[in-house]
Nanobody
Framework: QVQLVESGGGLVQPGGSLRLSCAAS????????MGWYRQTPGKERELVAD???????NYADSVKGRFTISRDNAKNTVYLQMNSLKLEDTAVYYC?????????WGQGTQVTVSS
């Protein structure tokens, strides 16, 4: 069993910042890639950012320069620092981890950007 617990979502004004966290627990062994995805109603889930075990990062073009992904391997935790938030960043954000045993998802946390 693998559990992913997300936190940090909420309501923020345009231009504001939020920091998402996702802690993995349970049968954790050698997490490869950790990432964040987001989804809005009627649209497919899309990659926001991910980070490999070696620290290599990858970002969606829409968030480059505004979001920063990081991870703490000792804590099996991945973070997403979101700055300069825009209305179009409103979505449910899901964390994702990939291990040899499979791919696992968090329950999602709502991020709402609104004035």
């Amino acid at each position: 069993q693998v559990q992913l617990v997300e936190s940090g979502g909420g309501l923020v004004q345009p231009g504001g910042s939020l920091r998402l966290s996702c802690a993995a627990s349970g049968s954790i062994f050698r997490i490869n890639t950790m990432g964040w995805y987001r989804q809005t109603p009627g649209k497919e889930r899309e990659l926001v950012a991910d980070i490999t075990s070696g620290g290599r990062t990858n970002y969606a073009d829409s968030v480059k320069g505004r979001f920063t992904i990081s991870r703490d391997n000792a804590k099996n935790t991945v973070y997403l620092q979101m700055n300069s938030l825009k209305l179009e960043d409103t979505a449910v954000y899901y964390c994702n981890i990939r291990m040899v045993s499979g791919i696992y998802w968090g329950q999602g946390t709502q991020v709402t950007v609104s004035s």
